[in-house]
């Protein structure tokens, strides 16, 4: 069996299945690469309109597998396309064009806290619990998942969580602001329906809005504001705003391509 699952669960919406049960879903260099890419190519097609991120069996994912980042050490260059693969999996998630959800079961350690925060939406079954062992490893979490954390979670609950590396159940992770819903059924099922009023909205917009957002959240505003003005002026020369236009002018629903 492949270790990422790529599947089409309704049309536009695709998920990605972190597949390592046996490793309650710990991420190796190559499910890290895989996210990246996938993600990428994605992100490249007009018809996608969201991702649902999960893991298959009981657990969403462990984090990084560190028996495998370990071995990777041994030669200085393996253990940077390690690293590199990380990275490129968040910075896929967070550059998609598109919404993507992050369907969280069981445990949620490590890097996959960072994996889910690189989402747009974080939902949860009851049992889902989450944690930074960063305290345990003699390690610092890096800044950046830092600062979405406590974008997330405000800075006290950060201090709390990053401390003390605890298990933080699902209840009182909503209640903090770290999921945006919680289900007893299927967390699959449940992102899907979440996402619905989303995936019929204009995707030059959300691309718009989801860059204003990452840019926000990381006071990174000044950086990409060229970047952001540019693709607002772009919109209304766009397919889909002639689109809009003239559905509004017909009242019937407009039809988005993203082009």
Same mark, same amino acid.
């Given at each position: 069996m492949p270790e990422l699952i790529v599947e089409t669960v309704s049309p536009g919406v695709v998920a990605l299945r972190i597949n390592r049960p046996e490793k309650r879903n710990a991420c190796n260099q190559a499910v890290w690469q895989g996210i990246a890419d996938t993600v990428s190519g994605l992100a490249q097609?007009?018809?996608?309109?969201?991702?649902?991120l999960t893991g298959s069996g009981a657990h969403f994912c462990a984090g990084d597998d560190i028996v495998a980042y370990n071995a990777a050490k041994t030669s200085p260059g393996a253990a940077q396309q390690h690293r590199?693969?990380? %990275?490129?999996?968040?910075s896929a998630l967070l550059g998609a064009p598109f919404p993507v959800l992050a369907a969280i079961r069981g445990a949620c350690v490590g890097g996959a806290v960072s994996l889910a925060m690189c989402c747009d939406f974080r939902i949860a079954h009851t049992s889902a619990r989450v944690s930074i062992p960063?305290?345990?490893?003699? +390690?610092?979490?890096p800044t950046d998942h830092v600062q979405r954390l406590v974008h997330l979670v405000g800075l006290s609950a950060a201090r709390r969580w990053l401390y003390t590396a605890e298990f933080v159940h699902a209840q009182w992770a909503m209640h903090a602001g770290f999921f945006d819903l919680i289900t007893d059924g299927d967390v699959v099922e449940a992102a899907l329906v979440f996402a619905g009023?989303? *995936?019929? !909205?204009?995707? *030059? =917009? +959300?691309?718009? =809005?989801?860059? %204003?957002?990452?840019?926000?959240?990381?006071?990174? +505003?000044?950086?990409? #504001?060229?970047?952001?003005?540019?693709?607002i002026a772009s919109i209304e020369?766009?397919?889909?705003? #002639?689109?809009?236009? #003239?559905?509004? #002018?017909? !009242?019937s629903i407009p039809r988005f391509t993203g082009r």
């Open positions: 097609r007009d018809d996608t309109r969201a991702v649902i590199d693969a990380i %990275q490129a999996a968040y960063a305290a345990k490893l003699s +390690l610092v979490y009023p989303m *995936l019929d !909205k204009a995707p *030059l =917009s +959300l691309r718009g =809005s989801k860059m %204003q957002l990452n840019a926000i959240s990381t006071n990174t +505003l000044p950086d990409v #504001r060229d970047a952001i003005e540019r693709q020369d766009s397919e889909d705003y #002639r689109e809009a236009v #003239r559905s509004f #002018r017909e !009242k």
